[in-house]
């Protein structure tokens, strides 16, 4: 299917180091909406613009993209032993999706699918979103509770959660995307742009030959 639709969905994420703020007891997430113009007189016309215009994921052209930032602060406390005081860990989402300039410009079934289709790309990026805040959950559980000797060892123990936990989550992404490629071939709005490949309009052969047909009888006439 993504040969054919050029369909991609994906996520990025950095993370960056353990830093010395303190900050609030729960991971704290931000979402952007930024959308991008597509434009079309039909679902064949929307889905070439949106292959022009529509973010890359991993250099693969996509309908929709979402990227993470996140950060974490904290202090690496030392009394008897070693923990992480006032850990937090942050996400700021963007998620980029498609905006039709003009859906006047389509047919009533053409706008229905469309505004379907729209809907779909809008949940599927939302769940990856969901997904990260629940890695990122994972995280600052995980991190709050860690203790060591020397805090040069807690803070190995977070990268090594970090690590694992960022591993895990792409494994769920992977999964997730693989689940919504099969539901994506079925999409109506996709159906509608497959549609003139597997439903070519005939060429009129019948049409031309009776006009040929024609031509040759009015030439007898005048022999």
Not at 23 to 43: C, E, L, R
Not at 54 to 64: L, N
Not at 75 to 84: G, H, P, V
Not at 174 to 180: L, P, S, Y
Request: glycine letters at 4%.
């Amino acid at each position: 299917m993504r040969a054919i639709i050029g369909a991609a969905f994906g996520v990025a994420i950095a993370f960056s180091s353990l830093g010395p703020e303190t900050a609030q007891a729960a991971p704290a997430f931000t979402t952007k909406y930024v959308y991008y113009k597509v434009s079309g007189d039909s679902a064949v016309g929307i889905y070439v613009s949106m292959l022009k215009r529509g973010p890359h994921v991993k250099g693969e052209k996509a309908y929709a993209a979402t990227s993470a930032e996140s950060s974490q602060r904290g202090k690496l406390e030392l009394t008897n032993s070693c923990r992480i005081i006032d850990y937090q860990y942050s996400v700021d989402f963007t998620i980029r999706l498609p905006k039709l300039t003009d859906e006047t410009a389509l047919s009533a079934t053409a706008r229905n699918r469309w505004q379907q289709f729209s809907n779909f790309l809008k949940k599927h990026e939302e769940t990856h979103r969901a997904i990260w805040m629940g890695c990122a959950s994972e995280i600052e559980t995980r991190v709050r509770a860690l203790r060591g000797r020397t805090c040069d060892e807690v803070d190995e123990k977070a990268q090594r959660i970090r690590d694992e936990v960022q591993n895990a989550c792409n494994l769920k992404h992977v999964a997730f995307d693989a689940a919504e490629q099969k539901r994506l071939a079925k999409h109506p709005f996709v159906k509608l742009v497959l549609a003139p490949l597997y439903s070519p309009k005939p060429v009129k052969i019948t049409t031309l030959a009776t006009k040929k047909r024609k031509k040759s009888a009015a030439a007898a006439l005048f022999n």
